[in-house]
Every structure is written in C-alpha cells, then in structure tokens.
C-alpha cells in the first residue's frame, strides 16, 4: 500500500480490478452492488440469468454499465430463470449464475436449488433482501430467505455489509464448483449493495479449513479394488454424473477398456460413455435396458462410479446385488454405504482414482459376460425396441421419432429433456457422441425443467444445436420461457411429444390402479399458433411418412422452431421396474 | 438396535449452521433428545452435543451428512458408555417448607446439590449429574411445592479423546481411509489442528 496520499478512483463501466493495477492508492471505490459484478467478472462468469425487482434493482442499476462485459438474461420466471441457469452448467460445465430479487423472486428458485442441490448442479444465485435494518419486521418482499433455501443449497450466506462481498461470492463460487457441486444462495441486502466500500480486488477463494472438496485418495483401497476386479468373472460397471461433472470421461474410457468391463449409465451418467461403445451396455434403472438390470443381479463384482444407488435404479434394495461384491467410487463420503454397502470404498475425485485403478488392473476381455448383456439387448429389442422405433400401427411412437432425430443429428445435438415417458423414451433411444450432451432433471423429477434450461443449455454451449424433448404436460409449465427466447433471438428446437395425456401417471394408474385414470387427461393448446404469436416458427404432424422431413426442417431451420408430434396416446414406456420389485424382476411388457 | 448416542459436531461459528444441523434430523423425523452448543477445547471452533436415540447405522450416517455442511469440522458419536456426561439442574421450592420440614444439610449431601439462591419467598437448589440423578431429586422435593424445574442439555467428553485431533485418528478408520492425511487442510491456514 502506498503512503502517499491518493484521492480513491471511482469506477464508471470500467474494469475495477484494472484500474487497481494502475492506482496507488490501492483501493478504488466501489458500491457492493459493483463488488458483485466484479466478483462474477473475475470468475470468467459471461452470462447471467435474472429477473429485476425492488430489493436488487442496486445491482441491476450497476449491471447497466457492465452490460458490455456480462450477458444478462431476462427470464419471464425466476424458475425459469434458474432452470436456464442450470442447463448452461450442465452444458458447459461451468458455474451458473442467477439474479432474483426478494420475496417471490427468490422463492421461486426454490424447485431450481432443489433440483441442483439433488442433481448435483454448480450455481451461484444472488438474491437481493430488503434493507438489513429492516430484516425481521415483516417489510415489503421479505421472506426468510436464508431459512427457506438452507435445505435445498449446498451453502448459503446473508450479506449485510458490503466489505464481505469480494470475500463471500469468492466462497461461493468455490463452493459451487469444487467436491460433490451444487447451488449456492448468497442473500444480499439492499443497503449492502448501495453501500461504498473500499474495493481491494478479487481473490479467488482456494481453501475453506472446514471444507475438504478433494480427498485424499488411499493406495490401499484402490489396490483392493483392482485385485477384486482383476478376480472378478462377471464385472459390472455403472457410471454417473460424477465422471461427467470429474471431467473423466477419457480416464473412465480408458478404464472400463482396459479391463473389458461392460458399464451402464444412469439417467445423469448419459452422455459420459458415446451411445455406441461396445462396452457401453445401456441404462440402469426402472425404465433402463433389460440387460443391465438384470445382469445386476448376476454379476460378481459392481462398480459404481460417481453414481448415488437413487432407488429409481436400485428397485428393491434387499434384492440388490446382493450376490456381488461393490466397489464405490465417489467424491462424497455420505453417498458411500448410504443406500448400497461398499465392500471396497474408493472414495475421491474419479480423475484421479480412476486412473490409478485402470494401472492396477489387468487387461482383460469378459467375451463371454459381454455376450450375456447381448442376448439381453437382443431380447429386448425384439419385444420392445422393435416395436418402439418400426412400429406396424397407425399411432406414431415417441421412440420412432427420436430414433429418425438420431439419423439427422448423427448423436451430435444437445437433448434437453422435461420429465415423464418422453423422458424416458427420449433417454433411452438417443444418441450421443460426446459428454455434457443429456440435460435432464433426474432426481428431482422437475416438470418445467425442459423449455428453460434447453434456453440455459444453448448459450452454454452457443455452437452446439440444442434440442428441448418436452411433453405436452411440462411444456405447459414454464412455456413463459418462449418470451425469453423471442427476446434473445434464441436458436432453440422445441420438439413436443403430444399424447394429450400425463403419460407417466396414466402409465402407473393404467398398471396399478385399474385404468382408473385420475386427472391425467390434459389438453393442449395449439401450440404452432401460440409459438407464432412470439415469433416462432412451428408445425404440427400426426403422419409417420412427415416425421422426418418435418424434423430436418426444424433442424435446417434458422432460429427456434417448434415441431408438435403427436403420438399414441396409450404408450407405454417398457422396460419396466414396479416399484418395490427387484431390478431383475423388470418387465418387458 | 436402537440406543442413545450422543453426537459431538465441531464446527466453524456461524449465523445458521445451528438450523443446517438441526433440518438433517428434522428431516428424517427423528427426535433430538437434547442439544447443547458451547466452545470447544479450540477457540474459536464450536461444539455441538446432540443426543438421539438411534441405531448404530442412521447415527453413522447422520454424522456423514452433518460432516458434509460447508463449515462442520467433524462429527463423532458415541454410546454412553464411551462418554462421561453430565446435565445441571435447577429446582425452586419455597423457603418456608424447605426451612421447616426438608432436612436441608442430608439432602444437600446426598445429592451433591447446593442452594444457589436463598429468599424468602423461595430457594433454589442445582444440582449436577446424570439423568437419574437430577430426576431422584425432582421426587424428592415434589411433596416440598416443587414450584419449579429446569434440567440443562447434556454435556460430554469423550472418554477416548485426546483432544480434536486425537480423535480424528479414531474416526479415520471408519472413513474409506487409511492415512491421516485428511487432516492436512486444516493445518493450513490458521494451524490449529497439527497433527
């Protein structure tokens, strides 16, 4: 620091880290609203998706001068806004930033943080509060937001003077990012934002003594799990997320070839392992492949990589796996033993444990054990995949017309999806050729999720084409997006899996509860018009000779398009696990 | 087997963790018997004594969740007889029936009680010990006009502990985890917890 007495610099739309570099002074004055932007600036943030109100309009006001150094988004929905916010992370593997004001603002995050939080998404919101004197009293747009959002946020913080915030948005981003990812809630009050500080630049945050993002890995248990794989007849790999969000893909590539072992994904882990990789035996879970689930059952050894045993892809847990031996690799000791004993615990960062293991074990090929998997698939393709994606009827199956988007797109695009049987079909059946390309809402099963975080997904990854899989049902939920979309000149393909019906829930209440169909059947509006009326493009098929056409058209198009299809509306998605059955109890109709 | 664990959490000191730590039972509807926060043998690091009755394997992984937040340090659990515990309790009677039916000074003794407060209206008798201790005492003066009771949470050491760091090799073992390694981070910084 400088002993000479400077005058502080103010910033106006300038760089303040910059201009520190030049003043002597050492500080440069700033409002805590213009500390935040800064923060977002030096953590490499481009895009933030917000939605102004009383409470943030500081940071709002200061956003008008940074507009030319960060992208900011107007969502028409604060859930929509977060949902984008976690598509652009899912697609670009970066941390994604949301703006909500108080109040209502920030309590329609909450589905988003909870969908984070159980998806393991890296975001950072910034919520404006109302003035900290008047914290607790009831003011206009105040909620309890720091108490709301504690379930569902990895962690989160009130700011109430603004000297905290470079240090605090520096904890969240690392926080966000770093270990197990997830959302992280910084709660800012308004006199915090107007308040002048005297601004000393940004320090990354590297180390949090009470948090422990990296474990350190243990030789030993690595070396107990490669002698049981290198035993193992029957091996069995299934891989999550976490090989994805580990940036592992290669290092588990390299692994699972090495050791012959044939690996099923679950619904988050897709995308991680190319569709058609000879080891890649297809999905877990209860509407996953046949093989993989019953061959759960069979196998000696499992090994789960960076996956949590959610009771979607375990089924009854007493009746899993039981005959094998489990090796669990994960980053987050709490998900090891939590639903699924490890006899071998490999706990850490898959980077890194996985290339240890691939130099432990030996190389190998399980010719016979990947031929059982084979018959499976051949089974399963005769009683159901045939039927999906050639169908004799007259109705048009969801499979049919992801199967001929897979032609087009060469496994290419980004699939962006909502939640229900589209889902399914839409994960089961389609292509993927490269890592971060399946964006869905898994754990938390968030109808909505498809329109706005396709939105987020494209402008994480501008170059990619994004396609949003969307059911008639969850398109309805959040279709305000469409806005955002007109605004922002979006090149977003929405392609609508009409069935008229809430298909899922009709599925079960046709299976288990006697057809008694309760509340399911739902009605649409025409939805090429509704599109119009915002300045997009659309068309509606109902005949199997105009699909793919009417695809390649969507996908030729310059801009968004929407394309409704509408299919069968009793189809069901099979395989299936009933709840409460064992994975090999799995039902091929 | 359900049984009753005591959970001791060190933690950073911060606005909010009291109710992170809380929601995790909260949330899985279990019961926390009692809880107590306090300083620790560190300055500046919290410590938490919770008690649930629970078996082994939900107690397990509670603390794996509760070790997960951001600023816990560490979690262990014991049974009771891996602790020594103790709670204080407080009883108001009022002065006169003490004064002229209660043997003061025998029940003093035999309970390792002392008179805190002495009026004329009432008096106020602590005492300090186990659970069955302060509630014997609660029966004792109930036909005195009991006027009222107060009993502190539970506070405990772990027998075993050497202190936070000691323990931390303990608990190592029930970690996917040989070295001691994983304490390495928290000797940076503020070099508290060298090992």
């Given at each position: 620091m400088?002993?000479?007495?400077q005058?502080?610099?103010?910033?106006?739309?300038?760089?303040a880290?910059?201009?520190?570099k030049?003043?002597?002074?050492?500080?440069?004055?700033?409002?805590?609203?213009?500390?935040?932007?800064e923060?977002?600036?030096?953590?490499?943030?481009?895009?933030?998706f917000?939605?102004?109100?009383?409470?943030?309009m500081?940071?709002?006001?200061?956003?008008?001068?940074?507009?030319?150094?960060?992208?900011?988004?107007?969502?028409?929905?604060?859930q929509?806004?977060i949902?984008?916010?976690?598509?652009?992370?899912?697609?670009?593997?970066?941390?994604?930033?949301?703006f909500?004001?108080?109040g209502?603002?920030?309590?329609?995050?909450?589905?988003?943080?909870?969908?984070?939080?159980?998806?393991?998404?890296?975001?950072?919101?910034?919520?404006?509060?109302?003035?900290?004197?008047?914290?607790?009293?009831?003011?206009?747009?105040?909620?309890d937001?720091?108490?709301?959002?504690?379930?569902?946020?990895?962690?989160?913080?009130?700011?109430t003077d603004?000297?905290?915030?470079?240090?605090?948005?520096a904890?969240?981003?690392?926080?966000a990012?770093?270990?197990?990812p997830?959302?992280?809630?910084?709660?800012?009050t308004?006199?915090?934002?107007?308040q002048?500080i005297?601004?000393?630049?940004y320090?990354?945050?590297?180390?949090?003594?009470?948090?422990?993002?990296?474990?350190?890995?243990?030789?030993?248990?690595v070396?107990?799990?490669?002698?049981?794989?290198?035993?193992?007849?029957?091996?069995?790999?299934?891989f999550?997320?976490g090989?994805?969000?580990?940036?592992?893909?290669?290092?588990?590539?390299a692994?699972?070839?090495?050791?012959?072992?044939?690996?099923?994904?679950?619904?988050?882990?897709?995308?991680?392992?190319?569709?058609d990789?000879?080891?890649?035996?297809?999905?877990l879970?209860?509407?996953?492949?046949?093989?993989?689930?019953?061959?759960?059952?069979?196998?000696?050894?499992?090994?789960?990589v960076?996956?949590?045993?959610?009771?979607?892809?375990?089924?009854?847990?007493?009746?899993?796996?039981?005959?094998?031996?489990?090796?669990h690799?994960?980053?987050?000791?709490?998900?090891?033993?939590?639903?699924?004993?490890?006899?071998?615990?490999v706990?850490?960062d898959?980077?890194?444990?996985l290339?240890?293991?691939?130099k432990?074990?030996?190389?190998?090929?399980h010719t016979?054990?990947?031929?059982?998997?084979?018959?499976?698939t051949?089974?399963?393709?005769?009683?159901?995949?045939?039927?999906?994606?050639?169908?004799?009827t007259?109705?048009?199956?969801?499979?049919?017309?992801i199967?001929?988007?897979?032609?087009?797109?060469?496994?290419?695009?980004?699939?962006?999806?909502?939640?229900?049987?589209?889902?399914?079909?839409?994960?089961?059946?389609?292509?993927?050729n490269?890592?971060?390309?399946?964006?869905?809402?898994g754990?938390?099963?968030?109808?909505?999720?498809?329109l706005?975080?396709?939105i987020?997904?494209?402008f994480?990854?501008?170059?990619?084409t994004?396609?949003?899989v969307?059911g008639?049902?969850?398109?309805?939920?959040?279709?305000?997006?469409?806005?955002?979309?007109?605004?922002?000149?979006?090149?977003?393909?929405i392609?609508?899996l009409?069935?008229?019906?809430?298909?899922?829930?009709?599925?079960?209440?046709?299976?288990?509860?006697?057809?008694?169909?309760?509340?399911?059947?739902i009605?649409?509006?025409?939805?090429?018009?509704?599109?119009?009326?915002?300045?997009?493009?659309g068309?509606?098929?109902?005949e199997?000779?105009?699909?793919?056409?009417?695809?390649?058209?969507?996908?030729?198009?310059?801009g968004?398009?929407?394309?409704?299809?509408?299919?069968?509306?009793?189809?069901?998605?099979?395989?299936?696990v009933?709840?409460?059955?064992?994975?090999?109890?799995?039902?091929?109709? | 087997?359900?049984?009753?664990y005591?959970?001791?959490?060190?933690?950073?000191?911060q606005?909010?963790?009291?109710?992170?730590?809380?929601?995790?039972?909260?949330?899985?509807?279990?019961?926390v018997?009692?809880?107590n926060?306090?300083?620790?043998?560190?300055?500046?690091?919290?410590?938490?004594?919770?008690?649930?009755?629970?078996?082994?394997?939900?107690?397990?992984?509670?603390?794996?969740q509760?070790?997960r937040?951001?600023?816990?340090?560490?979690?262990?659990?014991?049974?009771?007889?891996?602790?020594?515990?103790?709670?204080?309790?407080?009883?108001?009677?009022?002065?006169?029936?003490?004064?002229?039916?209660?043997k003061?000074?025998?029940?003093?003794r035999?309970?390792?009680?002392?008179?805190?407060?002495?009026?004329?209206?009432?008096?106020?008798?602590e005492?300090?010990?186990?659970?069955?201790?302060?509630?014997?005492?609660?029966?004792?003066?109930e036909?005195?006009g009991?006027?009222?009771?107060?009993?502190?949470?539970?506070?405990?050491?772990?027998?075993?502990?050497?202190?936070?760091?000691?323990?931390?090799?303990?608990?190592e073992?029930?970690?996917p985890?040989?070295?001691?390694?994983?304490?390495?981070?928290l000797?940076?910084?503020?070099?508290?917890?060298?090992?």
């Open positions: 400088s002993t000479i007495e005058t502080t610099p103010t910033v106006d739309a300038k760089n880290n910059e201009i520190l030049d003043s002597l002074a050492g500080t440069v004055e700033l409002t805590g609203s213009q500390a935040v932007l923060a977002l600036i030096a953590e490499g943030v481009d895009t933030v917000g939605y102004p109100g009383g409470a943030i500081p940071i709002y006001d200061a956003l008008y001068d940074y507009n030319d150094r960060l992208k900011h988004i107007l969502v028409r929905h604060e929509g806004g949902h984008a916010g976690q598509g652009y992370a899912r697609s670009s593997g970066k941390v994604g930033v949301v909500a004001t108080s209502p603002g920030a309590t329609n995050l909450v589905t988003g943080l909870a969908d984070a939080m159980i998806d393991s998404t890296p975001l950072v919101c910034v919520t404006g509060q109302v003035f900290a004197h008047l914290l607790g009293t009831d003011a206009f747009q105040e909620t937001v720091i108490n709301i959002t504690t379930p569902v946020t990895k962690w989160n913080y009130q700011v603004a000297n905290e915030i470079p240090h605090v948005l904890k969240a981003f690392y926080i990012g770093t270990g197990r997830g959302p992280v809630l910084i709660d800012i308004k006199n915090a934002q107007i002048k005297d601004y000393k630049g320090e990354k945050c590297t180390h949090i003594r009470s948090y422990r993002p990296k474990p350190i890995v243990r030789k030993s248990y070396e107990d799990a490669a002698k049981m794989i290198n035993e193992a007849k029957k091996p069995f790999v299934l999550g997320q090989v994805i969000l580990g940036k592992a893909e290669k290092e588990f590539k692994f699972i070839e090495k050791g012959g072992l044939p690996a099923a994904w679950t619904l988050l882990g897709l995308s991680a392992l190319p569709t990789h000879p080891l890649n035996v297809g999905m879970g209860m509407h996953g492949n046949y093989g993989p689930n019953v061959l759960t059952n069979e196998c000696d050894v499992l090994i789960a960076g996956m949590r045993f959610d009771d979607r892809v375990t089924g009854r847990l007493d009746k899993y796996a039981k005959q094998a031996k489990v090796i690799l994960d980053i987050d000791p709490a998900e090891i033993d939590k639903n699924v004993k490890a006899d071998v615990p706990w850490g898959c980077k890194e444990t290339p240890l293991l691939t432990l074990i030996q190389e190998k090929q016979e054990w990947l031929a059982k998997f084979n018959e499976f051949r089974q399963e393709n005769e009683v159901v995949i045939q039927h999906e994606l050639h169908p004799t007259d109705e048009l199956t969801m499979g049919e017309v199967n001929l988007l897979n032609e087009l797109t060469n496994g290419d695009a980004i699939i962006v999806t909502d939640v229900g049987q589209h889902q399914m079909v839409a994960c089961r059946y389609a292509k993927f490269q890592s971060k390309s399946n964006v869905t809402s754990g938390l099963g968030t109808m909505g999720f498809g706005p975080a396709a987020g997904a494209k994480g990854a501008p170059e990619r994004v396609i949003a969307i008639d049902g969850g398109f309805q939920m959040t279709l305000q997006e469409l806005g955002t979309i007109m605004q922002t000149g979006l090149d977003v393909k392609l609508i009409n069935n008229r019906f809430l298909g899922m829930v009709r599925q079960w209440q046709q299976l288990f509860n006697d057809k008694r169909y309760s509340f399911v059947d009605e649409s509006p025409d939805y090429v018009q509704l599109v119009k009326a915002y300045g997009i493009e068309n509606r098929i109902n199997r000779s105009a699909i793919k056409t009417a695809l390649q058209t969507m996908l030729n198009h310059k968004s398009y929407l394309l409704e299809v509408m299919v069968g509306k009793e189809n069901n998605v099979f395989p299936m009933p709840q409460g059955c064992s994975v090999s109890e799995i039902r091929l109709k | 087997m359900k049984l009753e005591t959970i001791t959490v060190y933690t950073e000191n606005v909010g963790l009291l109710n992170r730590i809380a929601i995790i039972f909260s949330r899985r509807k279990i019961n018997e009692s809880l926060v306090s300083p620790s043998e560190v300055e500046g690091i919290h410590r938490f004594t919770i008690v649930i009755n629970e078996t082994e394997e939900v107690v397990r992984k509670l603390c794996r509760i070790e937040q951001v600023e816990v340090l560490k979690a262990y659990y014991n049974t009771n007889e891996e602790i020594i515990w103790q709670e204080m309790a407080l009883y108001k009677v009022p002065t006169d029936e003490v004064a002229e039916k209660m003061v000074e025998r029940l003093l035999e309970h390792g009680a002392r008179a805190v407060v002495i009026r004329k209206d009432y008096t106020i008798f005492t300090t010990g186990q659970r069955e201790e302060t509630d014997k005492l609660v029966k004792v003066l036909p005195f009991l006027i009222e009771f107060v009993r502190s949470a539970r506070v405990a050491i772990i027998k075993a502990s050497k202190g936070f760091h000691e323990k931390l090799k303990e608990f073992i029930q970690e985890s040989e070295e001691l390694a994983e304490n390495e981070f000797d940076q910084g503020q070099g508290v917890f060298t090992m």
